[in-house]
């Protein structure tokens, strides 16, 4: 790859990848949310990845790394859904607003996101979703990079064999 | 105003990913802490262009964008730096 893009690709996917945060923070309130700020924030990964192959990556997303993101993502979607079920009998209940007023002030105040919308649990499923989508789409070009790189390599042998 | 939502939350998505920014020695690409400075100078320009994104009525800078860009420099030098040889 061209030292152009190498020396461009680094700060440029820096950037990308707030713009990626800032497109999960505002999820609740405008276009975008957790899958597309997620895939903004891969996207920047991947950019990072094609131009300075695996090895070279500046952003090393490890598998103990990828696996930690994906369970914390997952397991905290089914715990703020199991919390809504124990405090208010729903599945996902929005403890933050409560629209029915089935649940005591303090569990409303400890989902509540802080911003002046106070859109309760929403935020916070972005955020995890983001994460999600951020290390599935990542794997699925590491797996594809390092099945590339076998493929060569089985072919080089079979070179050497057959010489 | 400053919103604490989007600060903390951007803050800590940053630093989550700014702590796998690892620069490889042996790579022919090397960023050294100067760099960062022009990063740092395109995101305040970035923030400021983006105004008061997704609230309009907090601070004139994208609060989320920056705080994730200080959160990715916290990450860089908490977690990403290179072992010094002794």
Not at chain 1, 6 to 32: Q, Y
Not at chain 1, 63 to 77: C, P, R, V
Not at chain 1, 142 to 151: K, R, S
């Amino acid at each position: 790859m061209s030292t152009i893009l190498k020396i461009f690709v680094f700060p440029a996917a820096m950037l990308i990848m707030c713009l990626g945060v800032l497109t999960i923070l505002g999820g609740h309130i405008t276009p975008g949310g957790g899958f597309q700020g997620g895939a903004m924030i891969a996207g920047a990964f991947i950019f990072c990845a094609v131009v300075y192959g695996l090895k070279e990556n500046t952003f090393h997303f490890s598998h103990n790394f990828m696996a930690a993101m994906e369970s914390a993502g997952a397991l905290i979607y089914v715990g703020l859904g199991l919390a809504g079920l124990i405090f208010s009998g729903f599945y996902l209940y929005n403890l933050g607003v409560d629209l029915y007023s089935i649940v005591p002030t303090f569990i409303k105040n400890i989902f509540d996101y802080p911003d002046p919308i106070h859109a309760g649990i929403i935020p916070y499923l972005n955020i995890v979703v983001g994460l999600k989508v951020m290390v599935g789409l990542s794997a699925v070009v590491i797996a594809f990079m390092q099945f590339n790189h076998e493929d060569e390599n089985n072919d080089a042998d079979g070179e050497s064999d057959g010489k | 105003m400053l919103y604490l939502g989007p600060t903390l939350f951007g803050f800590l998505l940053g630093f989550i990913l700014g702590s796998r920014i690892k620069n490889n020695p042996e790579s022919e690409m090397h960023f050294p802490y100067s760099s960062y400075i022009v990063v740092i100078i395109a995101a305040l320009y970035m923030a400021w262009q983006l105004g008061p994104f997704p609230y309009y009525v907090d601070s004139p800078l994208a609060s989320g964008f920056v705080a994730c860009i200080i959160g990715i420099f916290a990450g860089k030098i908490v977690f990403g730096r290179q072992p010094t040889k002794t």
